[in-house]
């Protein structure tokens, strides 16, 4: 039996920032737990918190006081070293810039996260090829990013972040630098990613793009405003 069946659980979490002589509330005290499997969007005004949560649940920032554990382990407790091995062992980033590396190759871009890895794995390049061609890039393996459109960037963004198999997908406005057509793909990937059961947390200012999750969780002045569940 698992100890701790939530993917992510925040515990009255705060997180305060200091500017000159003023300290800013950014996150005031967030509750919140998301199961193994659940795709949630997480919205609200500008200055509610997202980015401040963002980057907590990526790893990439610590709370001021409060508790964050991902897959059972308490992030909060852990040395600077151990989180980024955490972070990039458990969590896949997608960003609304792509962030694809201008020289290499799409195949060479979705390998990227395995460059440092301590051991070398022989079976990389074949799980690469078939992540892209789960993202429908089997014929772009060696296209350079300026080949691609904005929308098979993002797809190979999508393949690179679940290179390492993570136990957590999170997109920060995947789709903000898209047409709509565009959109529709990347949102429709990310709904299918999700029903092969993985967990996907999707920041979004877009409410239209929020409504492709089940659940939906709104943030104002750093608080959980509402959380909602369909279906």
């Known amino acids: 039996m698992q100890l701790y069946p939530d993917m992510i659980e925040l515990s009255a979490v705060t997180r ?18 998301i199961d193994v499997g659940e795709y949630v969007a997480i919205t609200g005004p500008s ?7 963002l980057n907590l649940l990526g790893c990439l920032d ?10 059972g382990e308490a992030v909060s407790q852990l040395d600077d ?20 590396l201008p020289r290499l190759t799409v195949l060479e871009n979705v390998l990227l996260p395995l460059r440092y890895a301590r051991e070398p794995d022989p079976q990389a390049p074949a799980r690469a090829r078939s992540l892209l061609d789960r993202v429908g890039l089997s014929d772009r393996l060696t296209h350079r990013p300026n080949e691609l459109s904005g929308g098979q960037q993002q797809r190979a963004a999508i393949a690179r ?21 565009s959109s529709a793909d990347v949102l429709r990937l990310i709904g299918e990613l999700h029903a092969e ?7 979004t200012h877009d409410a239209e793009v929020a409504a492709n999750a089940p659940r939906h969780v709104r943030l104002r002045d750093g ?9």
């Open 47 to 53: 200055g509610s918190g997202k980015s401040s949560l």
């Open 62 to 71: 610590q709370p001021t006081s409060g508790s964050y554990r991902l897959d």
């Open 161 to 181: 972040a679940l290179i390492r198999a993570p136990c957590l997908l999170l997109a920060d406005e995947p789709t903000g630098n898209l047409d709509s057509k």
């Open 81 to 100: 070293e151990r989180v980024s091995e955490l972070r990039s062992r458990k969590i896949g980033f997608v960003f609304q810039s792509f962030f694809l």
């Open 197 to 203: 059961g993985q967990t996907v947390v999707l920041v």
């Open 16 to 33: 305060t920032y200091t500017m000159g002589d003023n300290e800013v509330h950014a996150l005031a005290g967030v509750d919140l737990r």
């Open 223 to 231: 608080l959980v405003e509402g959380d909602d569940r369909r279906g």
